[in-house]
């Protein structure tokens, strides 16, 4: 069964600290993505990535950066954590070159910066 | 870029039927989503549409797509008090496969 899961479900960081937010999928899919999620703004893009070490700016990159050393796993890190960046963030993987495409997501981060 | 737009908020009956509109601003999207989000749950694929085709039915969903008003829709029949959750359309942009969603719309069924 597919499966993309985060790191965490809740987790709660002092403004200034450097977060880290895991996903790791078991699909072995090229493509994995970052967004977060705010009442009454829907999904938004932060960044995505299409093979390992490989990086993209979503909507909204600024205050974060990604990583990907290797294929299954896809980092989140906020360098210096804001209480503007409280939010539910949700990772998603998708395997490219098929007919039909789906976006698989992850259960979601719920952040909290105090 | 890709534009979504989709009301806020839905009140039904249970038994009612339910509608759920979106607009969307990019016509190269290749498939158009919908999605379901139950409280503190992660989004949950519903359906998709291929932009080639007007209609698809999926047992109690219809989704109608009307490219040339770049209006999508998705329609619950028999809504029961388990559809109450918010429901999200995204457009898949061509390329590295991105989605954007509209803001959301919540369903309340109400018994």
């Known amino acids: 069964d597919v499966k993309v899961t985060q790191s965490s479900r809740y987790l709660v960081k002092r403004t200034g600290e450097k977060v880290f937010l895991e996903c790791v999928q078991d699909?072995?899919?090229?493509?994995m993505f970052w967004y977060r999620q705010d009442p009454g703004l829907g999904l938004r893009l932060i960044y995505f990535?299409?093979?390992?070490?490989?990086?993209e700016k979503g909507d909204i990159p600024e205050g974060y950066s990604v990583s990907r050393e290797k294929k299954e796993r896809f980092s989140l890190i906020l360098e210096s954590a804001s209480t503007n960046q409280t939010s539910m963030y949700l990772c998603?993987?998708?395997?490219?070159?098929?007919?039909?495409?789906?976006?698989?997501f992850g259960p979601g981060t719920r952040l909290t910066v105090t | 870029g890709e534009d979504v737009e989709q009301s806020l908020f839905l009140s039904v009956r249970e038994g009612d039927s339910s509608v759920i509109n979106c607009t969307y601003t990019?016509?190269?999207?290749?498939?158009l989503y919908w999605y379901k989000q139950e409280p503190g749950a992660g989004l949950q694929l519903l359906t998709y549409i291929f932009s080639n085709m007007d209609m698809k039915q999926d047992q109690r969903l219809t989704v109608l797509l009307n490219k040339k008003d770049k209006h999508l829709s998705l329609r619950i029949a028999d809504t029961q008090t388990g559809d109450s959750a918010i429901y999200f359309c995204?457009?898949?942009?061509?390329?590295?496969?991105?989605?954007?969603f509209g803001k959301g719309t919540m369903l309340l069924v109400s018994p």
């Open positions: 699909m072995d899919h090229e493509n």
């Open positions: 990019d016509s190269s999207s290749t498939y």
């Open positions: 995204a457009g898949m942009n061509s390329g590295y496969s991105t989605l954007t």
């Open positions: 998603a993987s998708i395997t490219s070159g098929t007919s039909y495409v789906e976006q698989y």
């Open positions: 990535s299409y093979d390992v070490k490989m990086k």
